[in-house]
């Protein structure tokens, strides 16, 4: 069945460019109707969706995040990627990558998440 | 922008019925999406579509939606269904999680 793994940076300066990669394994990221999401949480709280994005290269973000974000599919790689700038000590969480099963848009599978902390 | 309202809290006793509830402005004309987070591990797609369950998931697990409020119903508690449940929409191009309810059996 398909798997998501998150790969990148553990530890962010503030002000830096916050990046991560997705590699999607046992089945094509273009395969079937799917938007590829991340998610993150930060320690103890809840879920926040940070944007999706379809195999055309299709995109939806949150609107909270929108302008510092930026996601985009290597499709030759199986992989999609999470650009978040200027980042805080606010945007440190866990970030996670999940298939997004459309239209009605739900989260199966998801990654196992990577933290990512925002320090000097 | 659209908002969901969960309880922080949930008790239960071994065996016994828990029901989480998520409010939101006419949740009934939305699909709902239940996942179950346990401590140190990515969250779980427990039920899709309002009452849908993914293969693998309990029929223990069920769930409804009507009106203003949603429900996940979880029947014959078990200790190992301890976690964290939030659930989820879509609406007006945006994802939207509700704050998470805090499931304990006792």
């Known amino acids: 069945q398909v798997q998501l793994q998150e790969s990148g940076p553990g ?15 046992g089945g094509s990221i ?5 938007y590829w999401s991340w998610i993150r949480q930060p320690a103890g709280k809840g879920l926040e969706w940070i944007g999706r994005i379809y195999t055309s290269g299709s995109t939806n973000y ?3 995040l929108k302008s ?3 996601i985009s599919v290597d499709t030759s790689k199986n992989q999609f990627s999470l ?19 459309v239209p009605a848009v739900w989260f199966d599978p998801w990654g196992q998440g990577t933290l990512v902390t925002v320090s000097s | 922008s659209y908002e969901l309202t969960q309880p922080l809290s949930v008790s239960v006793a071994l065996g016994q019925t828990a029901r989480i509830t998520c409010g939101g402005n ?3 004309s939305k699909n709902v999406h239940w996942y179950q987070q346990k401590p140190g591990q990515a969250p779980v797609l427990v039920i899709y579509r309002d009452s849908n369950r993914p ?9 409804s939606n009507s009106g203003n ?12 269904d301890e976690a964290d449940y939030y659930c989820q929409v879509w609406d007006s191009s945006s994802v939207v999680f509700g704050g998470g309810t805090k499931l304990t059996v006792l």
Not at chain 1, 11 to 25: A, E, F, H, Y
Not at chain 1, 83 to 101: E, G, N
Not at chain 2, 55 to 63: A, C, D, K, V, W
């Open chain 2, 69 to 80: 409020t949603a429900t996940l119903t979880i029947s014959r508690a078990q200790a190992g």
């Open chain 1, 83 to 101: 650009k978040l700038s200027s980042v805080t000590a606010a945007d440190t969480a866990v970030y996670y990558c999940a298939r997004t099963v």
């Open chain 1, 30 to 34: 273009s395969s079937g109707s799917y």
């Open chain 2, 55 to 63: 293969s693998g998931i309990p029929e223990r697990f069920s769930g």
């Open chain 1, 11 to 25: 530890l962010v300066k503030p002000s830096q460019t916050l990046s991560l990669t997705c590699t999607v394994s």
């Open chain 2, 26 to 28: 006419n949740i009934g």
């Open chain 1, 62 to 64: 949150n609107p909270s």
């Open chain 1, 68 to 70: 510092r974000v930026t």
